[in-house]
Structure formats: structure tokens, C-alpha cells
């Protein structure tokens, strides 16, 4: 196994952020030795963006470098003491790690923090918050707590596991905490099981009467058209563009967790198709985040065709492609129409945009690239012609 390298470095607090009073972070990133600087520091960016998007900042970011997790506690126990020690330092409110942990890693780091009131997160932990802070609909919140629920679930055991070691013993004081530490645990599964169970139940009457709705745009003649991409690509701000649909625009991560429909006309055939938008994709995203969407996914996965709205400015773009079709993949969409719609043109200047689509143009011609800027509503009319060249 190779040493750990650890690098970190102490970010400057915002005078909003102090004014405020946000909660102060620690963000912890394991990666493999061979990851580059550049990628290295992408995955804790995009950390961060995720944490401002919930309400925080942060103190410290620390990197390390190692070829295999702990297994007890992910980061290894000195790297554990060395972050507890700087969190006490710095009065730090929260842990968050860039990596799904397993229930005993975040179980043992709880406890280790948890008697300063230092909370651990992990990466999912994290999203699931920006989930439901962001969810509007009952539809959405129903998705969001099966989610947590499934995400909760394995750290529930870990618990009982534990209290059932701690209760045992050759008194009978002891074996009395030790079945009252097992009775309570299975309590807590039996509440978490029958509540996903209603949450499932629930969602497929959506799901049910959303497939109704479906049918009867198909009888009605209408094509679907839904778009995708990683979050903050410019999604809705595409839609908007595109039906003048009024959507909530905002440049964070997870801004749109429902469904959203508009109606495009297609000047060329004189015919209207329908335009959907929805959740963003993101790397690493659990399946359990994408099976609780499955309802709001629909309209990805029953679409004609797929827009792939891509961030062009971002140097992390072709990840970015990768973890979008990967989804794509999970959700047996990847054989779909797709056309490739490069978003921001207009954040390019003129000789740039030009290298940047002869080169690009040559690594994904089947995929019928369109370069557009949705904010100002550039080239939109090459995309309808690409989107009805795909249809009809």
C-alpha cells in the first residue's frame, strides 16, 4: 500500500459567511495515487459547489492520497486524529467526505466526532440535504425520503450491532440492556420498512397516473423530447429558451428536481412536440438515488430523443459526458436518439468557440452536435432542425 499524502489548505471566509453565522466545513477527498492535480481538485470544486448550494463554508480542504480506504473508518485512524485535532482548532461545525462510505466507516467516524458536536457526512449525505431543501412537489419529497430511508438503513444495523456489544454480559442487568437494545433496533427497521413500503406504494400511483398522461400525448400524435445533462449544465435554462416555459433558472447544482414540460413548435413540419426537463445528473451517483427517482426519470426514459446539454467551458467536460451516459446506462436510455447540445457558447470568444467545435466535431459526429448559448438564445434554430431531423 502505498503512503498517504495529505495536502490542505485553509480557505478565506467571506464576510457574508461570517455575518451569517453558516455552519464551517471540512471537506475530506481519498483519492488514488496515479489521480492528476487537476482532476484532484475538480472533485473537491465540486464538492464545494455542492456545499455552498446547501449553506456552508469551508475552513479546511485536505486531499489523501491512498490506494485503499480504510476499512474501519475510510480515512485511516491517524489521518482521523490529525483532522479531529484541526477541526477542535478551527471550531469546525461538520465532516464531510467525498466518498460513499459504508455504514461501519461512518458509523466509527461518528463516533469519534460526535462528542465535540462535530457532525460526519458523507457524499450522499450531503446531496440528499440539497435534495430536500430544493424539493417542491409531494412527488419530490416522497423520492427524497425514500432516498434517505435507503441510504439510513444499513447504518441502523451497524447500530444495533453495536448496542447488542454493548449490552452484553453475564448479569442479568446487562442481558437486559442487550434485548432492549435488539428490540428497539428491530422497531426502527420494522418503522423504516413499512414506511418505504408506503413511499413505494404511493409513488407508483404517480407513476401510474403519469404513464396514463403519457399514453394520451402519444393517441394526441405528440413526440417527447427530454433533456439531459450534469447538473448546472444550463438545462432549464434551455426549456425556458426553447418553449418560453417559465422555470426556475439558478447557477447552482440541483436547482430542478421535478419534471418540468413545455410544448416546441417545429416550423419545419408545423408540428409541436413535447420538451422535458428534469433532474441533473452528477458522478458517482448512488443507485439508490436513482431508482427513489424512478418516477421522475420517466420521461427520460419513455422520451423519442434525448438532448445531452453539455457546459462547453467546462475543462472536466468529457467526465462530465461519461457520468451523464453512465446514468444514461443504469436507466437503459443509452441506445436512444441523442443529440449532443454544447451549452455557454457565449462565455467563448470567437477563435476559441471555432477550435473548440472543429476538434469536438470530430470525436462526437454521431451525435449530430449543436453548438448553442440558451441565456442568448443563439443557434436554437440549427437545434430545432437537429431535433426534427431526429424525429420525423
Not at 428534469?278 to 451517483?285: K, Q, S
Amino acid at each position: 500500500m502505498r503512503d498517504a499524502i495529505c495536502v490542505f489548505f485553509v480557505q478565506r471566509t467571506s464576510p457574508n459567511a461570517q455575518r451569517f453565522m453558516l455552519p464551517k466545513v471540512i471537506l475530506v477527498d481519498i483519492i488514488q495515487p496515479e489521480t492528476t492535480p487537476e482532476e484532484s481538485m475538480a472533485r473537491l470544486n465540486e464538492l464545494e459547489s455542492l456545499l455552498l448550494t446547501y449553506g456552508g463554508f469551508v475552513i479546511i480542504r485536505k486531499i489523501q492520497k491512498k490506494q485503499m480506504p480504510d476499512y474501519q473508518t475510510y480515512i485511516g485512524k491517524g489521518k482521523v486524529e490529525e483532522i479531529l485535532e484541526e477541526a477542535l482548532e478551527k471550531k469546525a461545525n461538520y465532516i464531510i467526505v467525498n466518498n460513499l462510505l459504508k455504514p461501519q466507516q461512518i458509523y466509527n467516524l461518528e463516533k469519534r466526532f460526535e462528542k465535540h458536536q462535530i457532525e460526519v457526512w458523507d457524499r450522499v449525505d450531503l446531496i440528499l440535504k440539497i435534495f430536500a431543501k430544493h424539493a417542491t412537489t409531494k412527488e419530490a419529497k416522497m423520492q427524497i425520503e425514500l432516498a434517505s430511508l435507503r441510504h439510513l438503513g444499513p447504518r441502523i444495523s451497524k447500530m444495533g450491532l453495536e448496542l447488542t456489544r454493548q449490552g452484553g454480559g453475564g448479569t442479568s442487568g446487562g442481558g437486559a440492556r442487550r434485548g432492549q437494545g435488539e428490540t428497539n433496533i428491530e422497531i426502527m427497521k420494522r418503522h423504516i420498512a413499512r414506511r418505504e413500503q408506503k413511499i413505494c406504494s404511493d409513488l407508483k400511483k404517480i407513476e401510474s397516473n403519469q404513464k396514463s398522461q403519457r399514453k394520451a400525448r402519444k393517441n394526441h400524435g405528440f413526440k417527447t423530447v427530454a433533456i439531459v445533462g450534469y447538473t448546472n449544465a444550463g438545462k432549464s435554462a434551455l426549456l425556458k429558451a426553447l418553449t418560453k416555459k417559465e422555470v426556475k433558472v439558478k447557477d447552482e447544482l440541483f436547482a430542478t428536481l421535478d419534471s418540468r414540460i413545455g410544448k416546441l413548435y417545429l416550423p419545419e413540419t408545423q408540428q409541436s412536440c413535447l420538451l422535458s426537463d428534469t433532474i441533473g445528473f452528477i458522478r458517482d451517483l448512488p443507485p439508490e438515488l436513482i431508482h427513489a427517482f424512478h418516477s421522475t426519470l420517466a420521461e427520460t426514459i419513455e422520451a423519442d430523443l434525448l438532448l445531452h446539454v453539455i457546459d462547453i467551458n467546462d475543462f472536466e467536460m468529457i467526465t462530465k459526458i461519461n457520468a451523464v451516459n453512465q446514468v444514461l446506462k443504469e436507466l437503459n436510455c443509452d441506445k436512444k436518439k441523442m443529440i449532443y447540445v454544447f451549452n455557454k457558447i457565449d462565455l467563448m470568444d470567437e477563435k476559441d468557440l471555432k477550435n473548440g467545435i472543429t476538434n469536438l466535431k470530430s470525436e462526437i459526429r454521431n451525435y449530430s452536435p449543436v453548438f448553442v448559448s440558451a441565456l442568448e438564445k443563439a443557434n436554437l434554430e440549427e437545434l430545432k432542425t437537429a431535433i426534427t431531423k431526429n424525429l420525423y
